[in-house]
């Protein structure tokens, strides 16, 4: 039977990646790292089968036993925390794992290729510069050592190099939106958080000219990448790429967020939240955006454009997902219920 650990269950993209590999796979034997007592319930409430651990990503001798006895460790979790993919790491190199095929497949996330807006402060300017993750993958290998994710991403590509019985796959998604399916958290960061400040403001803004991109990927997507990722390491005939080239971009398509910060007031416009107005978006500072949320100027104001080849080419995969202007609609109306507000007249 394959034997999964996971990490991350009651988080928006590992628990939707949970459910849909359990709704593939009931037979598969999984395994969550949870906080406490309470995430454990709410897992098994909704997977009787699943077995759960408690604990956290600073339990390192937890985190050894677990990966030692799983065929398939999924690090859904945070992918900045450096010191638990070195305690995956540092247990998959004894020797007494040395000759078990196991496989690592672990999220990060495309702010990798922010670090030039942020170091150059080139918030809200247009690129038209896209990453391929084979036609580019020597340079995303090679990104800078300050760029967002990349020491944990090179920890992880580095366990692979270091013992080819290992196999490892970074799944790397750009914007991610859609509501969730897992038991915990439903509800994804960019999006939302920018429809929630613009509610609150009144008025729509964007960070600088607004005329930065992002690609984008419904979060149902990226459970079906995980989950081909699952399948081809179950199976054991490892058709995809994995090792040290074994990078995904999960995307499907590309939004300006100038102009999805038009698109969320109109909507909110439609729907009696916001009074007046044509959809104008009032260009703000980058600092000054930063002072609405801390991370505007990262996740509203920098590019982070890619192509999602590997996938496709490798794995079969195929985008099924709803677009984000068929989302917006949804997300304004949950947002404003999370705000408890109500339409006007």
């Not at 998604?173 to 958080?193: A, L």
């Not at 080849?309 to 985008?319: F, Q, S």
């Not at 997902?321 to 997300?331: A, D, H």
Request: hydrophobic share 40%; charged share 20%.
């Amino acid at each position: 039977m394959v034997k999964i650990f996971l990490a991350g269950a009651t988080g928006y993209i590992g628990g939707d990646a949970l459910y849909t590999i359990v709704e593939a796979h009931p037979e598969y034997d999984i395994t969550c790292l949870v906080r406490n007592a309470e995430k454990a319930a709410l897992l098994t409430s909704q997977y009787p089968s699943l077995s759960t651990v408690i604990g956290d990503l600073d339990d390192s001798d937890l985190l050894a036993e677990q990966v030692a006895k799983a065929d398939i460790i999924c690090h859904l979790a945070s992918c900045e925390h450096l010191s638990a993919v070195q305690a995956i790491s540092k247990r998959l190199s004894r020797p007494d794992i040395s000759q078990a095929t196991k496989s690592i497949i672990h999220l990060s996330g495309s702010d990798i290729l922010c670090l030039p807006d942020l170091t150059n402060q080139t918030y809200g300017t247009h690129s038209d510069k896209f990453h391929n993750d084979i036609h580019s993958i020597h340079s995303i290998l090679s990104l800078p050592s300050d760029a967002p994710h990349q020491a944990v991403d090179a920890t992880i590509t580095h366990i692979s190099s270091a013992n080819p019985h290992i196999k490892t796959a970074i799944v790397c998604p750009p914007t991610i939106y859609g509501p969730g399916r897992g038991p915990g958290n439903t509800r994804s960061i960019q999006v939302p958080e920018l429809a929630s400040h613009i509610l609150k403001r009144g008025s729509g803004f964007s960070v600088e000219r607004g005329e930065n991109r992002w690609s984008t990927v419904h979060v149902h997507d990226v459970s079906a990448l995980f989950l081909a990722l699952v399948e081809d390491a179950a199976g054991g005939a490892f058709r995809g790429t994995w090792g040290v080239e074994g990078f995904y971009f999960a995307a499907s398509g590309v939004a300006a967020w100038g102009d999805v910060a038009g698109m969320v007031v109109r909507e909110a416009v439609n729907q009696g939240f916001l009074r007046g107005g044509t959809g104008e978006v009032e260009k703000l500072g980058w600092e000054e955006a930063d002072g609405v949320w801390e991370f505007a100027s990262l996740f509203w104001g920098t590019n982070s454009l890619c192509v999602a080849e590997r996938a496709r080419e490798v794995l079969g995969w195929v985008p099924r997902g709803q677009s984000l202007v068929e989302e917006i609609e949804g997300v304004v109306r949950g947002e404003a219920g999370r705000l408890g507000m109500q339409a006007v007249g």
